[in-house]
């Protein structure tokens, strides 16, 4: 049996060494570098270099806020547009007060009339030949009695009651005047009255007799069947785009109007409705730019109101 060869109890890292042996193999790349690198190390090291970068990127960034602000004004105002006769009359709906001529001619009604068309609003939906004939009615209930004798008559009493009624009605009618007058009215019922200007302005039972509609639809494109009639419109025209675009921008204006106003940074929430209105403005806006194509009514409406490619056009972000 050959003798054992005694195996040491500790391998010594110096005595041995595990790398593995040279190979004749090509030595690893290393990529120098180029003139390029050194050029763009050395300017960054320059300060004049550093500067005249500085000043071209200040250069560049005003351009880019002068571009900016001109594509912004070509789009125009979001919110308001461009400021028009009929949007300005949402502000002063009240300015068309009622006047009275409050002269009687020898003791007769006659002389008291309504100085006012028509097409004035008044509050509480009256309408200025209503209230004219309210007035004259009431100027007749109130007439003082006459002695049906003419022997018991007294003429300056009758004369001192005639005056005391007469003063009693200057001050009804003026009182009344006031209470009717849109201009003293709380801003729920202005804007009632915005809302029925703007189905009179632009409701199709209006304005189909004046405005010429899109261009029809050629039948041959609905495979040569005659395209149904529409259902006659029953009243006056409230839920065409039309009046849905005017009655948001009388609403949007209100809003923008008070949140212009002295703490109205603060209103968050008529920050919200604003928003939420000015987006469904801009839906209505594109569905009736798509389907009238350039028409008459998109016409109208857009220089009525006001409205510009900001309006409906792209992001809009408040």
């Known amino acids: 049996m050959p003798p054992r060869i005694p195996i040491p109890s500790r391998l010594s890292g110096s005595s041995l060494c595990f790398r593995p042996a040279p190979s004749n193999g090509p030595l690893p790349f290393v990529q120098a570098a180029n003139a390029s690198t ?18 071209r990127k200040a250069v560049n960034l005003a351009r880019q806020k002068v571009l900016q602000a001109e ?95 007469q003063e009693a009605h200057v001050r009804a009618t003026t009182a009344l005047a006031r209470i009717v007058s849109l201009a003293n009215a709380g801003q729920k019922d202005k804007t009632r009255a915005n809302v029925q200007r703007c189905i009179e302005t632009f409701g199709r039972h209006n304005t189909d007799s004046t405005l010429r509609s899109r261009a029809p639809i050629n039948p041959t494109f609905s495979g040569g069947k005659p395209l149904p009639k529409k259902t006659p419109r029953a009243g006056p025209d409230t839920g065409s785009s039309e009046v849905q675009i005017a009655i948001l921008t009388a609403k949007i204006r209100v809003l923008a109007n008070q949140l212009e106003q002295k703490g109205g940074n603060k209103d968050k929430v008529n ?33 009525t109101l006001g409205l510009t490619e900001g309006t409906y056009r792209g992001e809009i972000s408040l």
């Open 271 to 303: 920050k919200r409705n604003l928003r939420l209105l000015v987006h469904k403005r801009q839906k209505h806006l594109n569905y009736l730019k798509r389907k009238e194509r350039g028409s008459d009514r998109w016409q109208n409406l857009v220089s």
């Open 38 to 55: 050194f050029a763009q190390r050395k300017a960054h090291k320059d300060p004049y270099a550093l500067a005249q970068s500085a000043q």
């Open 71 to 165: 594509r912004k004004e070509a789009l125009g105002d979001p919110v308001r547009g461009v400021t028009t006769p009929f949007v300005e009359s949402f502000d002063d709906v009240g300015g068309s007060t009622v006047i009275f001529e409050t002269e009687s001619k020898g003791g007769s009604p006659q002389g008291i009339q309504i100085k006012a068309s028509n097409d004035v609003l008044l509050n509480h939906f009256l309408t200025p030949s209503e209230l004219q004939y309210s007035i004259k009615h009431s100027y007749e209930l109130a007439e003082p009695l006459r002695e049906k004798i003419e022997q018991q008559r007294d003429p300056a009493y009758e004369a001192a009651e005639n005056k005391k009624h």
